[in-house]
């Protein structure tokens, strides 16, 4: 009966192998999504890092001699990209090696584990048994071909063959993989994946060409991409002990004050030296002589310093609210948005920027209120209901504070950039709740929604100024007969102008149903401008009839 | 502007370093929350693998001199345990070293990717700077103690001191360590997480001392231990290629037949025999020999033949109808409650197991559902709407058809147990929908609801019956009274019986309300005994009164 544990190491790849649940590829469904996402956004990330609008072609084909077998079946997924390619000594580690990659750096981008392409082509290798090929050519002039499959159990590259041949004149990468897939049962995510990416990077071109043939093309409307992000040096908010010990080990510099300047986000001379002054720590100080205690000393002066500047919002690309805007206006068509973009802000020394669009109304929309979730570009579209946005606004946020009823048809897009999303798992399904960035979702969401609700009450207040002119305009014109009668004037009083008629005067009759005043009414929505318009008309209305 | 990729590889601690919420490791309430249980799982696992019924103490103390400082603050975490101990060789790389560890073979256990324990001691270190010390004794008569800590980059343990000493007979391991907690806000958390492990694991004792020094013990109700997990053989069904490579890599069978029977879960001679005809093998040719095209058609051949048997359940420990039912009704004291257990199954050639029970009524349970979700006996408590179960039982089964309102005041307990559970997270948080598991979650759901059903369709023909006894018991007296006055006689016909009265007859006052027939009513609750009793008693007045 007594059993004893038995102790074993297993390589990254062998524990990814056995847990590919972790990194999203459950089923052949979402595994097919995840190669599909995995690969778009690692050629996305390569076009925009080297400053070339992306261009990016996904194609699903079946593959074998039976394209009519039912799901799930194998497929041949090739996707093409036009950014700068991969040098080709690193295109056997970059695609068949995991924890081997481009991304660990601090650095907005899609990609954030560098653990996607090579899971894909992990997953396609192990349900179908066979090889990769990445074509890539950094130059444009000679492109090299690698046909590999991973060794698991080593965690590296085993290139099976290799090959050059001259390149068409553009750089970029082609990956081709086989895996079983199910599309019957991912199409529908797969659509609102391009579809939901082509609303946030609108200087993409990107072609989608389904299992059927069918061709979907989302063109570029604008050629100007935003700022590349930027790599840059961690924020000393937030940086911990192991992190400090690592960059003094790193470093070259003589001294603490050049080296606080050189390591850290935001950190010039003046900062440098009242920090090293509030850490009580000598300028002139040779960072290798720090000891263990004071290197725990300095760490908990970075926490508790209060002079840091906040991170710098130029090494994040946000979407920005005009484009965010339009986004929203085109998809969902809202009868009001708004767009709330937050300052620059920081977790464990990482910048983080949070975006919140609300809309309101219109066709698209539904009671009760839907969240679209983005994070450094990228849509999520599984597991909403773990995120830390959908948790702030169902749980956090109060929204009958804000006058809006639960009901209200109403859109929320969150978008998070950072240079580093804390996603809670390596598929990139959902954001944990960091305190940091469920505070600024919680006041971006807030002033959103405040705004909406002004909309919201002036709309109210419109449709009660609405029926009184309603009224007003049944009985105005008997009152102004019966005083004309009175008075014995020949002449109605000019009270049309009063219910927004024109001024013609003519005697109404007095049962008439009276159509509301002009300005208030158009079917085709009030935008802020006329509502805005439409409020001071009606000031003016109670003012002249001395309230109501 | 333009910028190239620049490649690193990092170590797989690194990895987990940067990228902690992948484990749960999301802030301070919860990593608290967090190293608490992965700890005591540790430690469960431990003393069930070795057949004893745990006993596991763990304490949370302030740490440092001022213990009124408010949360998050640093706190002492320590966890004791009488299982088999550690040799003492194992101890720095098993807590040190991530991808090191004693649950990567396939059997049940708690833990599941030998990460947990080492990702508490990483997030103490880099939180508070502080080593871990663990001590262990495997044989009881001496101890071993190692203070170390984690040396991230290079994924290996620093011990900085070892020492040891006489031991006080007992076996057992004991892990102090120090980190960044809120208990103020997991404390909630840490007490469902006890009481709910309490509930499913009946034969141990578990102890825990809060931040205040309130003690809460769980004493096991039993001593007798369900049989410990066995390690097993994979099942044939879903054995990919890469695992097929493997096995045949390490084999030493000289022909096919014997590498069938030696190296598959429920593979006897005779099945073997039958497979590789099917698969068109000779039973004589050495594994060794298989080239890749034959590998890839055996494995295809695996999930095709139809003759394996189901994994068998002795490798699997479910908690049990009887144990599941007692603790059901211990917790939740519902009305009624029902225990469903599917036969065995497997996906991706993991045997698995679903246990369902339905709850309904009583004074615990609210209207709504209210799910409690168990993997190999530990409670699942985060991210609930992500998990398998949630789907299945608020989208995969329809309520309605088993006449169970939305608003009915259900528990549903779903456990399930397997040799390696598909979790979403390295955190343990949640299940993936592998379809497999959604298929036995849904029958399991399906049949308890099916019960439950009955149960709540006799309870409504019970209270339609006792509505009618009431009108009976309204009129049959006036009636009987009426006869008697017609008919001449003065005895009353003896129609009491009939509304399930005593035979003692009695003039009954005409308006008078009459309370309910005894067998019908009771307020502690019909079981399913005198439920059927009930609609036996039912059917018979029925039918004495020519239906209705």
Not at 79 to 84: C, H, K, Q, S, T
Not at 150 to 174: C, H, M, Q, Y
Not at 462 to 482: C, D, H, S, T, W
């Amino acid at each position: 009966m007594s059993s004893r544990a038995t102790f074993a190491e297993i390589s990254p790849s062998e524990f990814f192998y056995r847990n590919r649940d972790l990194a999203g590829f459950t089923n052949p469904a979402r595994a097919l999504y995840m190669a599909v996402r995995e690969l778009a956004e690692n050629s996305m990330d390569a076009a925009e890092l080297a400053g070339t609008p992306p261009d990016v072609y996904v194609r699903i084909i079946p593959e074998g001699d039976n394209p009519d077998l039912p799901d799930p079946k194998p497929y041949r997924l090739t996707v093409i990209d036009n950014g700068p390619g991969v040098a080709p000594q690193h295109v056997p580690s970059a695609f068949g090696k995991v924890f081997y990659g481009s991304k660990y750096v601090l650095r907005q981008s899609r990609g954030m584990f560098g653990l996607g392409g090579t899971m894909a082509i992990l997953y396609g290798q192990i349900t179908t048994n066979k090889p990769v090929t990445v074509t890539t050519s950094p130059d444009g002039k000679r492109k090299y071909s690698f046909q590999m499959i991973i060794d698991i159990g080593e965690n590296r590259p085993s290139v099976l063959k290799r090959f050059a041949s001259d390149a068409d004149g553009t750089t970029g990468t082609r990956v081709d993989l086989t895996l079983e897939g199910d599309y019957l049962r991912s199409s529908q995510k797969i659509a609102d994946y391009f579809k939901q990416t082509a609303l946030v990077a609108s200087y993409a071109n990107l072609t989608f060409v389904d299992p059927t043939g069918q061709v979907t093309f989302y063109e570029r409307a604008t050629t100007s991409m935003p700022a590349a992000p930027k790599e840059t040096l961690p924020h000393p908010y937030g940086i911990d002990v192991e992190a400090f010990k690592r960059i003094v080990k790193s470093s070259e510099e003589h001294d603490m004050k050049s080296f606080m300047v050189t390591h850290f986000h935001r950190v010039g001379e003046k900062i440098a030296t009242k920090f090293l002054e509030f850490a009580g720590v000598s300028p002139r100080l040779p960072p290798k002589r720090l000891n263990n205690v004071q290197i725990v000393s300095i760490v908990d002066a970075l926490q508790r310093f209060p002079d840091f500047l906040q991170p710098d919002a130029a090494v994040l690309s946000p979407v920005g609210e005009e484009i965010l805007l339009a986004g929203v206006n085109k998809e969902l068509q809202p009868e009001f948005a708004t767009v709330v973009t937050r300052p620059p802000s920081s977790y464990s020394g990482f910048p983080f920027l949070v975006e919140v669009a609300v809309a309101y109304g219109g066709k698209v929309l539904q009671p009760g209120m839907r969240l679209f979730r983005f994070a450094n570009r990228i849509p999520l579209l599984y597991d909403e209901s773990s995120d830390v946005s959908f948790e702030v606004l169902t749980e956090g946020v109060d929204w009958r504070r804000y006058h809006v009823p639960p009901e209200a048809p109403v859109g929320v897009i969150t978008h998070i950039c950072s240079t580093r999303i804390p996603y809670k798992t390596v598929g990139k399904e959902y954001i944990a709740d960091r305190p940091e960035i469920e505070r600024e979702i919680k006041n971006a969401s807030r002033e959103a929604l405040r705004r909406l609700g002004i909309f919201l009450s002036r709309k109210g207040n419109m449709e009660a100024v609405q029926r009184k002119i309603n009224i007003y305009g049944k009985y105005l014109p008997l009152i102004a007969r019966f005083s004309k009668e009175l008075a014995g004037e020949k002449k109605l009083p000019p009270y049309r102008k009063l219910i927004g008629e024109g001024d013609t005067v003519t005697e109404a009759s007095p049962g008439g149903e009276q159509e509301g005043g002009g300005v208030l009414t158009g079917e085709d929505g009030p935008d802020q401008g006329r509502e805005q318009e439409a409020a001071e008309i009606e000031q003016k209305k109670i003012d002249e009839f001395g309230g109501s």
